[in-house]
C-alpha cells in the first residue's frame, strides 16, 4: 500500500522507544502527540538494566542495524546535554564466549586492571570499549523534554480505546481523553502493541517476556564498568547503587524475584572484594516485548494505511537507531535496508 506524506504523527507510548521516535519525528517537523497510559517509562522502560550492547553471539539478521546503535547515542548526546551515558566499556567472560573482532581479548592481568576488586579472575574476557550504559527512565525523560521543546504535545494515564480509520487507511485514535486526528499513528507500547495492532484485526505475536531488575544499596566504587559473567551481570551507577539483572524463573519457592535478589547478593559478595553490605532498594520484574522470532517489529502494518509499528528487544540498545531511521523513512521516505529484516509483514504469509 502506498502511504502519504505524514503530519500529524501520533505516537503511543512513552518508553524509550517512543521516545526516541517522539523526539526525532519533531525534529523533523512533524505535529506529534505522544500518548502513554501509564506515566514515562512506567513500563519496562523503567525495569531496564540499559547496557547499550551491540554484540549478538551466532548469525544475526540485525547485525547492521546494531552497529549503527551507538552512533546514534553519540550524536544524541550531542544534540541533548541532559542524555548522560556513561561509556564505561564491557567486560564479558563465560566458557562458551566468542570474540568478535570488535572486541579486545583481555588477560587475567589486564581484567584486574579494570576490575581491581573482581576476586575469581577469569584466563581472560572479552572488552568492548565502545559500550556503555545509561539511566533508561531519566534517558527516556530528556528525549520528550527534547520533543516537547520541538513543540510535541504529551499525554499521560490516557489510554487508547480505538484506531480510527477509513477506506482503510488512518484517521486517529479515540483514547480516554477524547479523540485526536492523525494522518499517522505509531505504536510502540511494547507489550501493549499486541493488543493495540489486535484492533486492526492485524494482532502482531508479540510476548511479555520477564527478567529480574535489581537495585542494591551498597559500597561505592565497587564496579568501574559492566560486568557479565556466568555468575552475574552488574554494573555501578554513578549515585553508587550496584544495579543486576536477572533471569526470571516464576514464583516458585526458591525462584521467587526476592529470593534471586538474594541469591545474587551472595554472588556479588563472593566475586567482588570491599562488598561490605548490600541490601536490595527495588525488586522488579520488566515485561520486555519479544517477537515470535526474536527480532524486532518496525515498518508500517500491513492492511491498514498509516500504522507503523515499533516493538523490539533490546529496546534501550535500539531506540536511538530506531528513533532516526523511523522518522526517516516517515517523513523523508528514505527507507533502510538495516530494518529489512524487521518488516511486519513477515508475520502476514498471505500478504508475501
Not at 184 to 212: D, H, K, W, Y
Not at 218 to 242: C, F, H, N
Not at 301 to 326: D, E, F, Q, W
Amino acid at each position: 500500500m502506498k502511504q502519504k506524506t505524514r503530519g500529524r504523527i501520533v505516537v503511543v507510548g512513552a518508553g524509550i522507544v517512543g521516545a526516541s521516535l517522539a523526539y526525532h519525528l519533531s525534529g523533523k517537523g512533524a505535529q506529534v502527540t505522544l500518548i502513554e497510559d501509564g506515566e514515562i517509562a512506567s513500563g519496562v522502560t523503567g525495569r531496564s538494566f540499559a547496557w547499550i550492547n551491540t554484540t549478538h553471539t551466532g548469525a544475526d539478521p540485525i547485525a547492521q542495524l546494531r552497529g549503527m546503535a551507538i552512533e546514534a547515542y553519540r550524536r544524541l548526546e550531542t544534540e541533548l546535554p541532559d542524555l548522560q551515558i556513561r561509556w564505561t566499556g564491557a567486560l564479558s567472560y563465560s566458557e562458551s564466549a566468542e570474540y568478535p573482532a570488535s572486541a579486545t581479548l583481555l588477560s587475567s592481568a589486564e581484567v584486574l586492571a579494570r576490575e581491581p576488586n573482581l576476586k575469581n579472575l577469569p584466563p581472560c574476557a572479552l572488552f568492548r570499549a565502545d559500550e556503555g550504559a545509561l539511566d533508561a527512565v531519566q534517558a527516556t525523560h530528556a528525549l520528550i523534554a527534547g520533543a516537547r521543546a520541538l513543540g510535541a504535545q504529551l499525554l499521560t494515564q490516557t489510554r487508547v480505546t480505538a484506531i480510527k480509520t477509513c477506506n482503510a487507511d488512518v484517521t486517529g485514535v479515540e483514547t480516554t481523553a477524547g479523540t485526536f486526528d492523525a494522518d499517522l499513528v505509531v505504536l510502540a507500547a511494547g507489550t501493549g502493541t499486541r493488543q493495540l495492532t489486535r484492533m486492526l484485526n492485524a494482532s502482531l505475536p508479540i510476548e511479555a517476556s520477564p527478567a529480574i531488575f535489581i537495585r542494591y544499596k551498597t559500597q561505592q566504587g565497587l564496579v568501574k564498568g559492566i560486568i557479565s559473567s556466568p555468575g552475574m551481570e552488574i554494573r555501578q551507577s554513578a549515585d553508587g547503587t550496584l544495579l543486576a539483572a536477572e533471569d526470571y524463573w516464576g514464583e516458585t519457592p526458591g525462584n521467587s524475584p526476592r529470593d534471586i535478589a538474594r541469591q545474587t547478593a551472595e554472588t556479588i559478595r563472593k566475586e567482588l572484594h570491599g562488598v561490605v553490605s548490600i541490601a536490595p532498594q527495588t525488586v522488579a520484574v520488566g515485561l520486555r516485548p519479544m517477537p515470535a522470532d526474536g527480532l524486532p517489529v518496525v515498518g508500517y502494518l500491513p492492511g491498514v494505511g498509516g500504522v507503523y509499528v515499533c516493538a523490539m528487544h533490546p529496546g534501550v540498545t535500539l531506540a536511538a537507531i530506531v528513533g532516526r531511521l523511523a522518522s526517516e523513512e516517515l517523513l523523508d521516505h528514505q527507507s533502510s535496508a538495516a530494518l529489512e529484516s524487521c518488516r511486519p509483514e513477515r508475520f502476514f504469509s498471505e500478504l508475501r
